[in-house]
């Protein structure tokens, strides 16, 4: 009995283990073409149990069922195959090319077209571009890679704005910024502004929510012929930003995560001690003042940073549902004490297929919550470069040594560390998406977008700053909250006639409502600085008040058709109706057409049989689309209260309103003319592949605020007055310069000129001056000015000749030499040009063995940047001989006295700003996972950032601009250097995982 219960249990056991007998699978996916695909889904047909290739093109899978299972193998641009497994455990796939896919797919709008189908000016970069580096932001996965497009940042503040321009500014009161669409969704502006005080202000990224770790490409749409689709929003350009999504197969994890160790580079050359002490000397001022300690306010008030990123993702799903989450964790902490900024952001996309794949379903949602730490950083880096450097931060007995400045006695490190200024931003995007494929032919999509924006900043200025040592500490809340829904309807006819004539016809409707609503005020005299801004009730009065609430609505009618023949001759139309009510009810609807036509010489008969080329396509474009971005109501009249009016009679007094705003019953949409052409190439069988583009663009009746005449309810109103032109042309070049087993090499180049004139002005007015850098005694004072003939970004001064017995000479409109005593607005000229003449961008990358490196460096030349630095801190009456305080190196050289005049604005003060610099150098090693199962991929990485600048100016950085929400939309300062926020040079030590 014992021995046939044995015999049964050792039955039973087998059968057991062979039921659940786990058989493991490995092998290599090739291409046809002997490339190793990265990647690449390998799948049992039939289940979720699946599997990606790694960098190698290897794969490992376990298999319950080995002598009947069947591994599906899929790549974009191959062939699927189905391999049955037959027992075996070593199973290498070589996938054919698959003619009808192997077009590189690039997304445009509302949809995506092959390359050699484009006929617009497009640039596109894929995650396979900036995965082997770590980037903050994707503005910098953009940076130096696209060409005409040009991103600057301020400063080094993290999460600090950045301005982006597509070929250049084209307006003056409306947006220069460009319309982003991330997976599908617009997202605007809104919602960035400051305090509505005088405590500084500070503005973020309308992107800077986005996990560069989550992003899949990104598309930019640069002419008309490729951004008329999206009309009125798109008169500057589209980024348009695709997030990956999940593929069939066993959950993919995927880590990146690194520490970034940073120190701030650049500072202003100001006296040390023994020069400050020199310095009262020659001037013949008193040296009571001079202690025997030797600061340098600027490192106190600067920090070696420690910064961290971690992401998250989870992918994967079966054939009919794929999924991916992600999360991301960054705390960044700033150069300047007291500034940083925290960061979480997570993203869910699901997609679905249902009814024989006919409806594909899908989902991408995203929130973040980031936590600035701002603090009156413009100021603290003024008071550093003022403060007297003899004398310590704190005295002998432990308080803080304090200066008069400016009728403020203020010590910069107290300054950053007892003011609070913090924000608290949440970003919410979604969007829902439905495709139905009504036919083989026939597809309808249903589109609905939706963005929320949330933003509490919260600013306290205690009673021991010396700003407000008088008020009792002084306090600020500003709330901005807002958001757009977008729904879009199209129908999308596809079909091929005669093997040889392929159409695409598309229609659709899209309506879209924008809302924005904030409130701020200040308060003055709290009751304690212990409980900072939170205790609003101990304040003992208000200051200010403010609330506001904005909707505008906008209603497209939209269609594009695309048509080919034999592979060889291409044709685009797009047409678009907007419906606005921002302008005049008279204008308010606009037609928007583009077309562009392209021709693939290459498939021509006369270019078969050689070898040089292997892609020659002429392309060329034009197109007119609409800007009606301005504030809401500009066209209608607004009201506010005017207090208290006695009415005739009996005497009662009631509350009354009173109109606020000119408006011109004229005012319509600001409208922009593109002409474009250009070639792209592939030469020897695309080893070498680039385009070249010429292009201009002409911006009519341009949107701006212009004078009124009085008498009249408001000093401005919003009118359409002038003409922008920009011309250019654009380089872009890849090659392959080394292909091998073991070490491979590859180079990107991008090259850009634009020049920026203004046409006309369509007022009394031949100038407008603009651009008030608000330094002290300058608070009136505009640097740049709108003028025929001129750039949009020209710097307007005096011509200034040399310093004679301490007096500023300059040459007067009719050549004459004069002191600043006699001169007149009419004696200024156009002094200098911010916008450079050209800029390029050079990246390399490439591989050896198991080793990995990327460089990228950005040059710009011909711009020139006003220092107004220099220009305030080396004048004698304004440093030292104000209460002592510090000045620039080199002041006793320029030669005034204490007594001299304020300086005027001059080209003395604008310098050459061309620089070339390193932005980015990483390596990277990607460990052997072969013996790791569970391990599917495995890189550390080591990176430098800002590694390296070659310039001729003098101040610390060249790549600066002034940046205030007052001035976010249409005319802004540009490549104002003055107290800018430093940047770093960081190291990053990072590692990426997959299992």
Do not use: C
Not at 54 to 64: A, F, I, M, N, P
Request: net charge negative.
């Amino acid at each position: 009995m014992k021995a046939k219960i044995t015999f049964l249990l050792m039955i039973a056991m087998s059968i057991w283990s062979v039921a659940w007998a786990q058989t493991e699978i490995q092998g290599t996916v090739r291409g046809s073409d002997g490339d190793d695909l990265i990647g690449a889904s390998v799948l049992i047909k039939g289940t979720t149990n699946g599997t990606i290739t790694d960098e190698s093109g290897k794969y490992r899978l376990q298999v319950s069922d080995a002598s009947n299972a069947i591994l599906l193998v899929s790549y974009v641009g191959y062939k699927s195959l189905e391999i049955p497994v037959n027992g075996r455990s070593a199973i290498d796939v070589e996938l054919p090319l698959d003619a009808e896919q192997l077009e590189e797919i690039v997304v445009v709008g509302y949809g995506a077209s092959e390359k050699k189908d484009l006929t617009g000016s497009i640039g596109k970069i894929s995650a396979k571009d900036f995965n082997g580096t770590n980037v903050n932001s994707a503005e910098q996965i953009m940076q130096g890679k696209v060409a005409g497009l040009n991103i600057a940042t301020p400063g080094g503040q993290p999460g600090q704005g950045t301005r982006i321009r597509i070929r250049g500014g084209s307006s003056f009161g409306a947006s220069n910024e460009p319309l982003y669409v991330i997976d599908g969704v617009q997202v605007g502006l809104g919602g960035e502004s400051g305090t509505g005080n005088d405590f500084g202000k500070f503005a973020t990224s309308p992107i800077d929510y986005l996990n560069p770790a989550d992003i899949e490409s990104i598309t930019v749409l640069k002419d008309a012929s490729a951004s008329a689709i999206y009309g009125a929003r798109a008169a500057n350009g589209v980024i348009i930003i695709t997030t990956k999504k999940g593929k069939a197969g066993s959950m993919r994890v995927d880590y990146d995560g690194n520490i970034q160790l940073g120190s701030p580079i650049g500072k202003y050359d100001v006296m040390d001690a023994d020069e400050y002490e020199e310095a009262l000397n020659h001037y013949g001022l008193p040296t009571d003042n001079v202690g025997n300690e030797n600061t340098d306010w600027q490192d106190e008030i600067l920090r070696n940073t420690v910064s961290q990123s971690h992401s998250l993702s989870l992918s994967g799903g079966t054939e009919t549902t794929t999924y991916r989450a992600s999360v991301l964790y960054k705390d960044q902490e700033g150069a300047m004490l007291g500034t940083g900024m925290d960061q979480l952001v997570s993203r869910l996309n699901l997609t679905q297929s249902a009814i024989n794949n006919r409806l594909t379903l899908g989902m991408n949602i995203m929130y973040s919550n980031t936590q600035y730490d701002n603090r009156p950083t413009q100021d603290a880096m003024r008071y550093a470069l003022l403060m007297n450097p003899s004398v310590g931060v704190k005295d002998e007995n432990g308080d803080w040594n304090t200066q008069l400045i400016s009728f403020n006695t203020v010590n910069p490190v107290r300054l950053l560390q007892e003011v609070q200024d913090e924000t608290t931003k949440s970003n919410f995007i979604g969007n829902f998406t439905a495709q139905f494929d009504v036919s083989d032919h026939l597809f309808v999509n249903v589109d609905y977008g939706a963005t929320r924006y949330n933003t509490i900043r919260q600013t306290y200025y205690p009673s021991t700053i010396g700003e407000t040592d008088d008020l009792g500490g002084q306090g600020g809340d500003n709330i901005a909250q807002g958001g757009n829904n977008i729904f879009n309807i199209r129908a999308t006819y596809k079909n091929t006639f005669a093997e040889r004539h392929n159409l695409s016809v598309m229609i659709g409707h899209e309506y879209q409502k924008n809302h924005g609503q904030g409130t701020n005020f200040v308060l003055q005299g709290y009751s304690s600085d212990l409980t900072g801004f939170y205790d609003i009730g101990g304040a003992s009065s208000l200051v200010s008040k403010n609330g506001y609430y904005n909707e505008n609505k906008l209603a497209s009618f939209l269609g594009r058709i695309n048509y080919s023949f034999d592979n060889k001759y291409i044709l685009t139309v797009n047409m678009r109706a907007d419906g606005t009510d921002k302008v005049a009810e008279d204008y308010r609807w606009g037609l928007f057409p583009s077309f562009s036509v392209g021709w693939n010489l290459i498939n021509e008969s006369f270019l078969q049989g050689q070898s040089l080329f292997s892609d020659l396509k002429l392309r060329a474009g034009y197109g007119t689309i609409g800007n009606q971005d301005i504030p809401s109501y500009r066209n209608v009249y607004t009201y506010s209260p005017n207090g208290w009016n006695t009415l005739m009679g009996n005497g009662n007094r009631v509350g009354g309103i009173q109109p606020t705003r000119e408006i011109s019953e004229d005012l319509k949409w600001e409208t922009t003319t593109t002409t474009n052409v250009g070639l792209d190439f592939g030469i020897l069988d695309d080893k070498i592949t680039g385009s070249i583009d010429l292009y201009s663009k002409t911006t009519e009746d341009l949107l701006m605020e212009r004078g009124t005449i009085a008498p009249a309810i408001s000093n401005t109103v919003m009118d359409n007055i002038g003409e922008i032109s920009n011309k250019g042309i654009e380089l872009s070049l890849n090659a392959a310069a080394v292909q091998g087993s073991d070490f491979n090499l590859n180079l990107g180049l991008v090259f850009a000129s634009n020049k920026n004139e203004v046409v006309a002005l369509d007022n009394e007015d031949s100038f407008i001056p603009y651009g008030p850098f608000r330094a002290p005694g300058y608070s009136l004072v505009n640097g740049m000015v709108v003028m025929p003939g001129e750039a949009l970004t020209s710097f307007w001064g005096y011509d200034f000749v040399e310093v004679r017995n301490g007096v500023e000479y300059f040459r007067n409109a009719e050549g004459i030499e004069v002191s600043s005593g006699d001169l007149t607005d009419a004696d200024k000229i156009i002094t200098g040009q911010a916008a450079a003449k050209f800029t390029y961008g050079l990246t390399l990358s490439g591989n050896y063995k198991r080793f990995d490196f990327s460089m990228l460096f950005r040059g710009s030349q011909g711009n020139d940047v006003f220092n107004i630095t220099n220009l305030i801190n080396s004048q004698p009456s304004m440093t030292l001989g104000d209460g002592g305080q510090n000045a620039l190196s080199g002041t006793m050289g320029e030669g005034e006295e204490l007594t001299s005049a304020l300086r005027q604005v001059s080209n003395r003060y604008i310098e050459d700003g061309s620089f070339f610099r390193m932005d980015n150098l990483t390596l990277g090693y990607t460990l052997n996972t072969e013996s790791l199962p569970w391990l599917t991929r495995a890189r550390v990485y080591a990176q430098a950032q800002n590694v390296f600048l070659i310039s001729g100016y003098s101040g610390p950085d060249p790549e600066v601009f002034a940046i205030d929400p007052s001035f976010a939309s249409g005319i802004q300062s540009q490549s104002y250097d003055y107290n800018i926020y430093p940047k770093s040079r960081t190291i990053t030590l990072g590692a990426q995982i997959s299992f």
